[in-house]
């Protein structure tokens, strides 16, 4: 959730003739488009936004060239990668109902967390269309809407309490995947080191993914997990 300068990276990728590669999956192509920003090959999760309904792996990756896009469909065939009928219809079938779906949920998620950052027992939401986000700058330049994944990191660093409350969710399901119609969270250790910036907050975070349900139910189903800690 921490919003990278994009088109910076990509002018230095260029100026040294070095191909970039970005995974989009997080916005989805609607609501960030990599090629105007600099990006050669943009990587898509398909399982996400793009399926919608958890029922399916799939994968997309797009270039901004004919000659990356052989180099790419070669070495898919040498490793047998190939998508079966039946995963490409559902891909099809998911894309009729992508923008609906995500204008929802963008709604849905920023009721949500304005609630959240509200309450007592939260520290940090982390999701960069909030306006003190410090990433909030670079997603309103570069970016036309924010999706349903965000990061929550509590106050209290009682582990046990913490996975008492996420036990006590009627509408949040545990699971690591995101994207579909359903409300997800799932327990995070934060690593000790990154490649980047070193990690100073809580030790755990929570990753949470609002679906299509009422936010009002979510928020409230939150309350009584919150009211726990």
Known sequence: FEMQDIPAITAITRERGVLSLMDNTWASPLFF?????????????????????????????????????RSIVSHAHDLGDAPGPDDCYMALRGLRTLAVRLERQQASTLKVVNWLTAQPQVHRVLYPALADDPGHGLWQRDFRGASSLFGL????????????????????????????????????????????????????????????EDPDDLIEDLSQALSRL
Not at 42 to 63: C, E, F, N, R, W
């Open 33 to 69: 488009r990599p090629f105007d920003h600099g990006v050669d090959i943009s990587i898509q999760a398909g399982t996400k936004y793009i399926a919608g309904h958890s029922d399916l792996v799939i994968g997309m990756v797009s270039s901004t060239s004919e000659s990356i896009h």
């Open 153 to 212: 990191a509590l106050h209290s660093v009682d582990e046990d309490a913490v996975k008492r409350c996420i036990n006590s969710l009627a509408y949040f399901q545990i699971g690591s995947s995101w994207g579909g119609y359903e409300s997800l969270i799932a327990f995070n250790h934060m690593p000790v080191t990154r490649e980047v910036v070193p990690w100073t907050e809580k030790p755990f975070l929570l990753r949470l993914h609002i679906g299509l």
